[in-house]
């Protein structure tokens, strides 16, 4: 009788400590983007999701009232390294162009598909190798490639990084191979990283000779956190876009405005885009329905989206 009752109250603590270890254990952030080309605005919601511990990071992507779309990244080591996947929720299959992380501790190496190396500052390699082989966490690899200047799976992380750019002093530069679309041919690009003073990134460009693929300015207008961004991307001769990239409202609100030159269709356009940031705090789950994360957009008595999944 004793036995029993002691397993049985061993059974409900075990149960208790689960609980606790998994309830509100998720964080949410919605991203309103709305796109304006000359036409009505087109809306899209954002909804990222991810683990407290950041191993797991969620994107379900809402229009016109429904899911559209749902990606979830995470991190894994297997026996011949870590990789990185993107899985399609919606279909439960695996990205084929999941990513590749290996180290060289002696050269201070990140190499990303075997091919693609970010030469890091010392101290930092030694932080961001933690944070990738030891706690594979997703925002850390998201942030040292979210220039997206390789060929990289995480376009629709790429609005969540925004609002937080990396500025710090962590690359000093890399070497990125791209694939040609259209052609097997492989383009080398050299990524060149200024800070100033003050350790803050100030310029990023990767060229190969005087092509230029991707160029970046940021402008901090005296304060500590960028007020505005320059880029200019060139893809293949084929699409050339220029951005300008603006911080408001304590960068809670960022407009974008693209000029876009497509010159295989001799066509030109302007498009304004804003996203405004919203979070929702913890969460109760991470693995959403449809019907949950539409009800996280539904309107509440104070006019608040809804805070918890229930």
Known sequence: M????????????????????????????????????????????????????????????????????????????????????????????????????????????????????????????????????????????????????????????????????EVKKHIKYATIVTRRSQAEISDNWTCTYLYNKKNKLIAVSAADGKLVRFSKKINYGGASVPASINCYLNIEDRQVTERSIKYRNNSALIEWKEHVLETGKNRESDISTTFTRHDLGMLRKIDLSDQNILNLFKPTHNGYIKKHID
């Open 2 to 165: 004793v036995r029993t009752c002691f397993s049985l109250l061993l059974l409900i603590c075990l149960i208790s400590e689960s609980l606790a270890q998994t309830t509100d254990n998720y964080y949410g952030i919605v991203i309103t983007k709305v796109t304006t080309d000359g036409l009505s605005p087109d809306t899209t919601k954002l909804l990222y999701c991810r683990t407290i511990s950041g191993n797991l990071l969620s994107v379900y992507i809402v229009k016109d009232g429904r899911v559209s779309a749902g990606i979830t990244y995470r991190i894994n080591a297997v026996k011949n390294g870590l990789y990185l996947y993107a899985r399609i929720t919606r279909s439960g299959e695996l990205t084929a162009d999941s990513l590749r992380i290996d180290f060289r501790d002696k050269e201070y190496v990140v190499l990303v598909n075997q091919h693609d190396k970010y030469i890091l500052v010392p101290d930092y390699y030694k932080t961001f190798k933690q944070e990738i082989e030891s706690k594979h966490t997703i925002m850390a690899l998201l942030g040292l490639l979210s220039d997206a200047i390789g060929d990289y799976p995480i376009a629709d992380a790429l609005p969540l990084l925004e609002f937080t750019p």
